[in-house]
Nanobody, 120 residues
Framework: QVQLVESGGGLVQAGGSLRLSCAASGRIFRTYDMGWYRQPPGKQRELVAAITSGASTNYADSVKGRFTISRDNAKNTVYLQMNSLKPEDTDVYYC??????????????WGQGTQVTVSS
């Protein structure tokens, strides 16, 4: 019913920047919290940054001051601006959106993931 399509990943040198985008489409009535997660090898998926529909934000300690999450509610799109990237930021980044569909079903959806690789 709802699809999340991520873009913007790639290879960058340490200290560089990338901007991730995630567009939600489908039978969307309203989008609530949106966020970005990553899953280090052998570990559970962890929150990188989240943003409410009212634009309140929350960040993992490891990215505070370097990453900025934002959203465009009219486009059902969430962004992650990543600056001062470090090799330890290398991972697959997943978009998540809490969505109320037009048939009144509320579900958290995941994107397919986009690879971010930071070389030293």
């Amino acid at each position: 019913q709802v699809q999340l399509v991520e873009s913007g990943g790639g290879l960058v040198q340490a200290g560089g920047s990338l901007r991730l985008s995630c567009a939600a489409s489908g039978r969307i009535f309203r989008t609530y919290d949106m966020g970005w997660y990553r899953q280090p090898p052998g570990k559970q998926r962890e929150l990188v940054a989240a943003i409410t529909s009212g634009a309140s934000t929350n960040y993992a300690d490891s990215v505070k001051g370097r990453f900025t999450i934002s959203r465009d509610n009219a486009k059902n799109t969430v962004y992650l601006q990543m600056n001062s990237l470090k090799p330890e930021d290398t991972d697959v980044y997943y978009c998540n959106a809490d969505v109320l569909t037009t048939d009144w079903s509320r579900t958290a959806y995941w994107g397919q993931g986009t690879q971010v690789t930071v070389s030293s």
